[in-house]
């Protein structure tokens, strides 16, 4: 598509979310993904040709980037001339409405292709060098749910619950991650409610091929759990209590001390991804009701964050023309 084609768009200015879309449109493996959705979506024998599954793709992807609702992001589509540009969608075209970008999204739900999704692009990365399997570390994070009542339903969902963190209540679902110690991708994401103790969902996380897996003073346990696996070192944080009780004179504690701080900046790349996805990407509240619809968007979430982590190593495999020309196309 041309500048001339939106006829409103004149600026040539590079702003930031010019190139944040123009980065993210060069290191999405949009090829491969269009191949595993395209197997799913309708042909349109009858009535208005639909939408290329790119464009719904782009489009739905945009949606977690910018925290856009369906009706959000049908306005955003028709307001912002850069959005069309992405979605290559041309000024003198139809539009997809908000139905239709729900029935992308409910498409995605109901062959479970987030999960997909995120297997592709981590297929992909591993393919580059950038993924290795070697070490694991888990995490989690609680994301907040509306507690009010005041719904059509008149309950909150029931789905999600309360968690206390600290001396602070919290209602919602929690995000479970196991991430490569080495890179700080994301490799596995479950999704629960909110009262459910990290522990119980640890070895959950886990690919199957680490040798060794870092955690915090939360997963304490979980090498004796009975899904445990048998092959693997688990380095978890000592409770803060006894660590604060450590001898600073003391020989001995001087390495435990220095032992704990190694697993500790290990233990940071697990953090990073949620801030990806919250500082980043906005994601700090569920969008839907139920455990499935909001696991299935954090899989997309955080397939993207790793995209967004390794992009300026995948920028140079495509080269600043084809970058210049996604960003101005």
Known sequence: MQQADLGLNLSTKRTRKREFLAQMSAVVPWADLVSLIAAYAPEGKRGRPPF??????????????????????EEALHDVPLFREFARLGWDQRLPDESTILRFRHLLEKHKLAEQILATVNDMLVARGLLLK???????TLISAPSSTKNQSGERDPQMHQSKK??????????HIGVDAESGLVHTVRGTAGNVNDVVEANSLLHGQESVVFADA?????????????DVTWNIAMRPGKRRALD???????????????????????????RVIKRQFGHVKVRYRGLVKNTAQLKTLFALSNLWQVRKKL???YGPVRLKSMAMA
Not at 53 to 64: A, C, D, G, N, P
Not at 134 to 140: E, I, S, Y
């Open 52 to 73: 290329e599954v790119e464009t719904m793709l782009r489009i739905h992807f945009m949606q977690q980037w910018f925290t856009l609702s369906d009706p959000a992001m």
């Open 134 to 140: 070697a070490g694991t570390v888990v995490d989690a």
């Open 166 to 175: 600290g001396n602070q209540w919290y209602f919602g679902m929690k995000a």
């Open 218 to 230: 939360g997963y304490q346990g979980a090498d004796k759990r009975p899904d445990a696996k048998d």
């Open 248 to 274: 600073v004179e003391d020989e001995a504690d001087q390495c435990i001390e220095q032992a704990e701080r190694l697993k500790a900046s290990v233990r940071a790349k697990g953090e990073h991804p949620f």
């Open 315 to 317: 920028l140079p495999l």
